[in-house]
């Protein structure tokens, strides 16, 4: 079944549509529609008002105002986060408790259970933070002119990245190096004098929000 847009009738791409999180989105004149009302059809086309991201953000987006320039921002928090912290409880506490563990109740220092436990130490400290995102993470859009940085972290703790955004930047999404579970493999990615990828652990629904706040603010929005 095709789909196409109520506002300008552009046929909707299969991957624009996100059934699990009920949207689709038209590249064409950058509008978020509720799959279920384009599924279930209406008398006639229905055309949206201009994206005002002031008017009722999604849940977890925010935006607003500042002194010298405008903030956004959205939250990464998702139920995966009941399963994720247990199972990395109970991994991490076995892997690395049966290899430092044993050492420290031991009183001996192992020279090649120490290394042999360095990915298991380094791939907890990655799924620690995978899981604390999942729990109150989130990603936080700053400008200030044409400048942007975007901070992606939780509890005040991440890391920051710049970018100025042109006429010619081009703002979508793509495929993300590392898939947060639970998501879309997805994120947003920003292609201009200096090109960066953010946001893979936000759903889709968030990652469009942010998109189109992007696009509205540096007048992208065709």
Known sequence: ?????????????????????????????????????????GPGPRVNPPFDPTSDPPKGCWYRETMDGWTAGATSRSPI?????????????????????????????????????IPFLLGSVLFWAIAAMTIDGKVILTATGDDVTIFTGVWGFGWRQHTTISPDSRIDTNLAN?????????????????????????????????????????????
Do not use: H
């Open 1 to 41: 079944m095709k789909l196409a847009c109520p506002n300008c009738g552009s046929a909707l791409a299969d991957a624009d549509v996100n059934v699990a999180n009920n949207v689709a989105f038209c590249r064409a004149c950058s509008q978020a529609y509720q799959l279920s009302e384009l599924v279930g059809g």
């Open 81 to 117: 986060a009941f399963f994720l912290v247990p199972f990395m409880c109970v991994w991490s506490g076995a892997s690395l408790g049966g290899i430092y563990g044993s050492q420290i109740v031991q009183g001996k220092f192992n020279p090649f259970m120490s290394l042999f436990g």
């Open 178 to 222: 590392i898939p947060y579970p639970g998501r879309n493999g997805s994120a947003i990615t920003i292609e201009g004098p200096k090109s960066i990828r953010f946001g893979s652990g936000l759903s889709f629904t968030r990652q469009m929000f942010l998109i189109q706040v992007l696009r509205y603010k540096f007048n992208l929005m065709d």
